[in-house]
């Protein structure tokens, strides 16, 4: 299957795109399966997953107090400007993973951003080694080169705040009915991306603008 594990919906506040586009997306362009991971909320997956034909991991990107991290199967909202480790702990409560997304993105909100935090990935589920929003040329390759050193699963997403960048990036993985069968698929799986046009960020960025002034 073909796993998007990195989408936004009009759930977070940089991003207009609604659940029935997310869905006519991942129809046309073959996506079996997505994370809806909102920013500072896991309500945009909860949704999802009552309309969608195919398979939705509820996530949230959590801002922490030292940058962004996603739990995974989470079946409600954490919020954020908390330390890192207390995310973690909270995703771990509701029996969610820990995703670490665009980590070696110096451009971005990375917990991995402050070198104290690789004490941190010893609680870390998966790593995202494929942003297709990454804007370093090498960031991905060292993300790559961090889940291979640690040995943590890495993952793949679009990043999506747009229609239209649904599929840029995803992992081929087989079938998994829980978050166990998850890990172990994810382990077995191929990373497929390619970088997004950087136009697309202009989108979020009005987005956003209208969120703040509407």
């Given at each position: ?151 943590i699963p890495g993952g793949a997403g679009s990043d999506a705040h747009t229609p239209g960048e649904i599929g840029n990036a995803w992992v081929d993985m087989p079938d998994f009915t829980d978050k166990e069968g ?33």
């Amino acid at each position: 299957m073909r796993a998007d594990l990195h989408i936004h919906t009009c759930y977070s506040m940089d991003c207009a795109t609604t659940l029935e586009q997310v869905v006519s997306r991942c129809v046309k362009v073959g996506i079996d399966c997505v994370a809806i991971a909102d920013h500072g909320t896991a309500v945009g997956g909860l949704e999802l997953q009552k309309i969608a034909p195919f398979k939705v991991v509820v996530a949230e990107e959590i801002l922490t107090n030292e940058g962004e991290v996603i739990g995974l199967f989470l079946s409600h909202d954490i919020a954020g400007g908390i330390p890192a480790v207390e995310a973690i702990a909270r995703i771990k409560e509701q029996g969610g993973l820990v995703y670490l997304p665009h980590p070696c993105d110096r451009m971005r909100e990375s917990i991995m951003r402050n070198g104290s935090m690789y004490e941190l990935l010893s609680s870390v589920d998966a790593i995202e080694v494929f942003n297709s929003r990454a804007l370093p040329l090498d960031a991905n390759r060292r993300a790559r080169k961090l889940a291979e050193q640690y040995g943590i699963p890495g993952g793949a997403g679009s990043d999506a705040h747009t229609p239209g960048e649904i599929g840029n990036a995803w992992v081929d993985m087989p079938d998994f009915t829980d978050k166990e069968g998850f890990l172990q698929s994810l382990a077995k799986a191929q990373v497929v991306g390619k970088r997004a046009n950087p136009m697309s960020r202009l989108v979020s960025m009005r987005a956003r603008l209208a969120s703040i002034f509407s």
